[in-house]
């Protein structure tokens, strides 16, 4: 079973800042086949990132996914007020599925 | 339009079974390379992967607790159930089903059912 860290646990950051978030797994993700989700409160996850880079329908280009191997980040470029909520990383290329333990971005 | 919708109790006891429904529209889980999986949360905590059934019948499991869960589908009713045997009180989580294709994230998710395990 793939193991994802995520670090940091919380991120404090102001509007305007550049936010970045990691996710390591303890192996490779086949195919990087690696996804990104956003959850804010009382909302089911939604889709940023899927095969480490890819951007989803409809999010921002101020996100972007990057990496291979064990190794991916997360980079917001220019955060906006309603980019502070919790990350989750989430390998799908080999079962079980596995998700990081998340991260939280917080207003500064 | 994709939509999934859970559906099952609010509250169990505990050593009960768990059945969770999961019933969706705007695609076929017959469509090769279809997928539906179930995900869980408890409150303030990360998700969990549960169990996934794809359009071949294939299902698969989390490791911790495949000698409890089962999942199947009825194609023909649009619907994925869950079952979740011998229910404690660290199962109250909030039940979520997601779809993907074979290789693809999961890109549509329901709302969430919160289900509560209490005496």
């Known amino acids: 079973e793939i193991v994802l860290t995520q670090s940091p646990g919380t991120l404090s950051l102001s509007p305007g800042e550049r936010a970045t978030l990691s996710c390591r797994a303890s192996?490779?993700?086949?195919?990087?086949?690696l996804a990104w989700y956003q959850q804010k409160p009382g909302q089911a996850p939604r889709l940023l990132i899927s095969?480490?880079?890819s951007r989803a329908t409809g999010i921002p280009d101020r996100f972007s996914g990057s990496g291979s191997g064990t190794d991916f980040t997360l980079t917001i470029s220019r955060l906006e007020p309603e980019d502070f909520a919790v990350y989750y990383c989430?390998?799908?290329?080999?079962?079980?599925?596995?998700f990081g333990q998340g991260t939280k971005l917080e207003i500064k | 339009q994709v939509t999934l919708r859970e559906s099952g109790p609010a509250l169990v006891k505990p050593t009960q079974t768990l059945t969770l429904t999961c019933t969706f529209s705007?695609?076929?889980?017959?469509?090769?390379?279809?997928?539906v999986s179930w995900i869980r949360q408890p409150p303030g905590k990360a998700l969990e992967w549960l169990a996934l059934?794809?359009?071949?019948?294939?299902?698969y499991y989390s490791t911790s607790l495949k000698t409890r869960l089962t999942i199947s589908k009825d194609t023909s009713k649009n619907q994925v159930v869950l079952t979740m045997t011998n229910m404690d009180p660290v199962d109250t989580a909030t039940y979520y089903c997601?779809?993907?294709?074979?290789?693809?994230?999961?890109?549509?998710w329901g709302q969430g059912t919160m289900v509560t395990v209490s005496s």
């Open positions: 192996q490779s993700v086949s195919s990087n086949y």
């Open positions: 997601a779809r993907h294709m074979v290789g693809h994230a999961f890109d549509i």
């Open positions: 989430q390998q799908y290329g080999s079962s079980p599925r596995t």
């Open positions: 059934i794809d359009w071949d019948d294939d299902k």
């Open positions: 705007g695609f076929s889980l017959s469509t090769s390379g279809m997928c």
């Open positions: 095969g480490a880079s």
